[in-house]
């Protein structure tokens, strides 16, 4: 089984719509976790850390649930500029500071 | 502004030949990371470093050489020995001893062979 799992997509949604992701994670020991954003052909740009009351920032929402292993994300009002590949990404402590990238999520928002 | 500047954007590598990318931070970010990504592949580690002169291999070191002896800079030297380079080369950087800080990224290194 795969450190970090996603579904590759893509998910094709027409503009405003709500879209979710969801990511497994295999070790319980993990301790940070966080969404990336990769447009084609760029670096990684951090999106947003998952904090484990969930959290919020504009349109997007983070979630973390401990006991079954995942993080989701959740895009509400989805716009253009929102297609995307989309990055779960996991870090252990007993690991130190290094993280483990699932594959992402590819995002396309039609018009 | 502070950010992490990775050189070259392009680079070509001939066979038999050893290449180093450029990677430099002025975040004072102690830990420094490098990473290959293959097309609809996720990031693969190749070595990190949490301290000047010293650093670790990551999941995929072979063929690979790096060194730390600034806390600005770790280049990455794509040695003969990897026989398959070509991939998107991203470095890395995060403040350290803090479990939940993510990494920084510079704006990458494509690698081909000629």
């Known amino acids: 089984r795969k450190e970090v799992e996603q579904d590759p997509g893509p998910f094709n949604v027409p503009e405003g719509a709500t879209v979710a992701f969801n990511c497994t994670y295999s070790?319980?020991?993990?301790?940070?976790f966080f969404w990336y954003r990769q447009d084609c052909r760029k670096e990684p740009k951090l999106l947003m850390s998952?904090?484990?009351s969930g959290n919020e920032d504009g349109r997007f929402t983070a979630q973390l649930n401990r006991a079954s292993q995942y993080i989701s994300l959740l895009i509400r009002d989805s716009k253009l500029s929102d297609s995307a590949t989309y990055l779960c990404?996991?870090?252990?402590?007993?690991?130190?500071?290094?993280?483990?990238f699932g594959t992402g999520t590819r995002l396309a928002v039609r018009p | 502004d502070g950010g992490i500047t990775q050189s070259p954007k392009y680079l070509f590598r001939k066979e038999g030949q050893n290449v180093t990318l450029s990677c430099e931070q002025n975040?004072?970010?102690?830990?420094m990371y490098w990473y290959r990504q293959d097309p609809g592949q996720g990031l693969r580690l190749i070595y990190y470093?949490?301290?000047?002169?010293?650093?670790q291999k990551g999941d995929i070191a072979e063929g690979y050489s790096v060194s730390r002896e600034k806390k600005e800079s770790f280049p990455l030297t794509v040695t003969s020995a990897q026989k398959n380079p070509t991939a998107f080369y991203l470095c890395?950087?995060?403040?350290?001893?803090?479990?939940?800080?993510?990494?920084?990224f510079g704006d990458g290194t494509r690698l081909s062979i000629l």
């Open positions: 890395a950087s995060s403040g350290r001893g803090r479990s939940n800080q993510p990494q920084h």
């Open positions: 070790n319980s020991a993990s301790q940070s």
């Open positions: 998952v904090y484990s």
């Open positions: 990404v996991v870090n252990m402590r007993s690991s130190g500071d290094k993280l483990t």
């Open positions: 975040l004072n970010h102690d830990a």
């Open positions: 470093s949490q301290i000047v002169n010293d650093f």
